[in-house]
T-cell receptor, first 112, second 114 residues
């Protein structure tokens, strides 16, 4: 069966450290993968997209990698800040254009 | 600024009642989506539309319907509300003319079915 797995346990890290979140998938062949941020009581907000032929994408303190052999994407936040505390969702685009399939998300807590 | 809005933001209803959740976007996007979000399940696609008069079933469409009479709106109707439909509902839109398929989400509607 198809699965998108993100660590359901919260990730707690200290301010200034690098946070690394994982998205693993099985039985999908995604054309590309997106990462979203969701704050409590709000809708998800798009952060980054990476295509199947790209290994890495960066945006300011954010970095995403995509390994189609391992079927895994890693999402890094460098020099993390308490304001980065949120739930981060990965989403795959597969098959029919425009449709996203989401993982369950990982909650990140950055402490002082 | 373009935006996507949902109403109501909170709704309490009784089992068996018909409920309609509104979604309105000013992005002029062709694609619109409805998701529900529950603990342990993440966002699951209910229905989606690629344009006016087009609607499609998603992963969890039973008990829900949508109609698309214009570009801006995609109302979601619960035909006969059930307690299992207690959830947070998100509407989203995306531009079919772009290559990124980035979705823009509304603020959500929290629905409680008693």
């Amino acid at each position: 069966s198809q699965k998108i797995e993100q660590n359901s346990e919260a990730l707690n890290i200290q301010e200034g450290k690098t946070a690394t979140l994982t998205c693993n998938y099985t039985n999908y062949s995604p054309a590309y993968l997106q990462w979203y941020r969701q704050d409590p009581g709000r809708g998800p907000v798009f952060l980054l997209l990476i295509r199947e032929n790209e290994k890495e994408k960066r945006k300011e303190r954010l970095k995403v990698t995509f390994d189609t052999t391992l079927k895994q994407s890693l999402f890094h936040i460098t020099a993390s800040q308490p304001a980065d505390s949120a739930t981060y969702l990965c989403a795959l685009v597969t098959g029919t254009a425009s449709k996203l399939t989401f993982g369950t998300g990982t909650r990140l807590q950055v402490t002082l | 600024d373009a935006e996507i809005t949902q109403s109501p933001r909170h709704k309490i209803t009784e089992t068996g009642r018909q409920v309609t959740l509104a979604c309105h976007q000013t992005w002029n996007h062709n694609n619109m989506f409805w998701y529900r979000q529950d603990l342990g399940h993440g966002l699951r696609l209910i229905h989606y539309s690629y344009g006016v008069q087009d609607t499609n079933k998603g992963e969890v469409s039973d008990g829900y319907s949508v109609s698309r009479s214009n570009t801006e709106d995609l109302p979601l109707t619960l035909e006969s509300a059930a307690s299992s439909q207690t959830s947070v509902y998100f509407c989203a839109s995306s531009d079919s003319r772009g290559a990124s398929e980035t979705q823009y989400f509304g603020p959500g509607t929290r629905l409680l079915v008693l």
